[in-house]
């Protein structure tokens, strides 16, 4: 087991077969490698990528078919053997949420970069989407979905 200090949610013990590796870190933190995921609760649709190396970085994301049941794209070969993925059933995607102004009903996420992840082998990596109409902010609550349920 890991010790791992966070600023969000104290002491943190993990076991170290589950610390995420990104080999090239995350773009904008390079020098970033490690990180765990910190869920919640098992049916929260939420989960924090928490640095090892950094207590106050940890990002805030999604599995995007919660919101997105239709996304979809297809992952390069590339990055399959740079992850050692050699089932498509091994693979978990996240993707990265803004919430601009700590406005909750503006939350978007990010389509266009998921951050994808081999469950075997727990190798991970930004993958930026190529030859898509995804984009970096996608509203997680439309505004007509606000509407509707009379909320502003």
Excluded: W
């Amino acid at each position: 087991m890991k010790r791992i200090k966070t600023l969000r949610f104290g002491e943190i013990e993990e076991d170290e077969s589950k610390i995420i590796h990104f080999a090239q870190g995350l773009p904008a933190f390079e020098e970033e490698h490690e990180f765990i995921l910190v869920l919640q609760t098992m049916d929260n649709p939420y989960v924090f990528l928490q640095s090892i190396k950094t207590p106050e970085l940890a990002f805030l994301m999604t599995r995007p078919f919660v919101f997105f049941p239709a996304y979809e794209f297809t992952l390069p070969e590339t990055i399959r053997e740079q992850l050692g993925l050699k089932d498509l059933n091994d693979l978990d995607v996240y993707t990265l949420i803004t919430i601009p102004d700590g406005n909750i009903q503006q939350m978007t996420t990010n389509l266009l970069a998921p951050i994808v992840l081999n469950k075997c082998n727990y190798e991970a990596q930004q993958v930026i989407l190529e030859k898509t109409n995804y984009m970096t902010k996608h509203a997680l609550f439309p505004q007509s979905e606000m509407s509707e349920k009379g909320e502003k």
